[in-house]
């Protein structure tokens, strides 16, 4: 069974780090690209990021261009997202997702709520 | 950068009844386009694909069709369980639609 588990959310101060994982199992999660979609509370869904499956080809929404960092271990089954210089707008649940035929999220995580606070 | 409108807002109908959903795009996606359900504390579950292919386990009440800028979720006789709110995505910039909740009437 495919399943994506994310981790590491929490309250940060607006300016502050947070690092958030999502450990893969149950399919070999080397050859398929990953993404972080975001859902502000009661809004929407918002694509952050985006990383091939050798981890050199990456995406950011212009929302998060140069403050989050998008990685992968595919020696761990393990997506990561460092997100810096957080914001009070950058509140939300966050989700892994694993995408295929280049747009579309067949697999999803169950979210790390992100709240940006002071 | 392509943007995709979902119309209505919200509809309201009643189990039984046909839900019709639209999604539109500022420019043409080609079939490029994916529709989710979110159920509320949930994480959003792949219905169709490719406009038109449903996903592994999803009903047949559930059918996709369109292509180009104007497209269509149709769930030909709503259940209890397909109360929700609906989203469409395309391949551009991995944009979603605003969403359409299917609420009870």
């Known amino acids: 069974e495919v399943q994506l588990v994310e981790s590491g959310g929490g309250l940060v101060q607006p300016g502050g780090s947070l690092r958030l994982s999502c450990a893969a199992s149950g399919f070999t999660f080397s050859p398929f690209t990953m993404s972080w979609v975001r859902q502000a509370p009661g809004k929407g869904l918002e694509w952050v990021s985006y990383i091939g499956s050798g981890g050199t080809d990456i995406k950011y929404a212009d929302s998060v261009k140069g403050r989050f960092t998008i990685s992968r271990d595919n020696a761990k089954n393990s997506l990561f997202l460092q997100m810096n210089s957080l914001r009070d707008e950058d509140t939300a649940v966050y989700y892994c997702?694993?995408?295929?035929?280049?747009?579309?999220?067949?697999?999803w995580g169950q979210g790390t709520l992100v709240t940006v606070s002071s | 950068e392509i943007v995709l409108t979902q119309s209505p807002a919200t509809l309201s109908l009643s189990p039984g009844e046909r839900a019709t959903l639209s999604c539109r795009a500022s420019q043409s996606v080609g079939s490029y386009l994916a529709w989710y359900q979110q159920k509320p504390g949930q994480a959003p579950r792949l219905l169709i694909s490719g406009a038109s292919n449903r996903a592994t386990g999803i009903p047949a009440r559930f059918s996709g069709s369109g292509s180009g800028t104007d497209f269509t979720l149709t769930i030909s006789s709503l259940e209890p369980e397909d109360f929700a709110v609906y989203y469409c995505q395309q391949r551009s910039n991995w944009a979603f639609g605003g969403g359409t909740k299917v609420e009870i009437k």
């Open positions: 997702a694993r995408e295929v035929a280049g747009y579309f999220f067949d697999y």
